[in-house]
């Protein structure tokens, strides 16, 4: 009868080949990774969904929109999803590697010797140049941080890299832990604020609205020179 039905046989003998070499440990019984499901893009690209989260929010509310609404929109799993971005919140505040990365290598381009407030805010202000600005997605996610409370309170713990390395910076110059964190700190709630001003606006580039507020905060006086 298998003789009659040259499919069964066929499934048959892939099915005795499979089961050798499973025998010989050279299998484990999961083909989930063998190759990708159909649907699904083959190589995942973290910007991407953040990007198209964004979108999603930007259309219909942050809180109306779901991981797994984001995953459908993505074209990948849940479980991919939560891969790259443990929480909904991770979607928004995505983009911060290049800010840090691009202030380490500003800061330790700096020469040694007297470093004046004025050279310290550009620097920051430079290094706020890797944020993308691709169809205004820096903006949009501003404006939903400073609109939902539980996304502004995850802005200390997922800048924290890069007001650290600042931190380091001054503790190094100034010799003193304690004025490098509060001048640190100052610094920090300036420039968020000034971002998140700029945000509500609709002026193009950020760096005067931001260069503004950290001269407001060195005209008190006893920042004029670190």
Known sequence: MIAAFPCVRHCLKHIMTLSAINSQGGYDGDMSDSQPARG??????????????????????????SMDRVAEEAGISRRSLFRYFPAKGDLVWHGSAPVEARLHGILAALPVGTLTYSVLTDAVVDSLHALDHREGVTRARLRLIAGHADLLAQGPTKLATFWTELEAFLTTRLGDAHRARVLALAIRTVVFDALLRWAAGEEHDFSATVSAALATLGALGTLSEC
């Open 40 to 65: 699904r893009p083959s190589h995942i690209d973290p910007a991407a969904i953040a990007d198209a989260a964004i979108a999603l929010f930007q259309t219909h509310g942050y809180d109306a929109i």
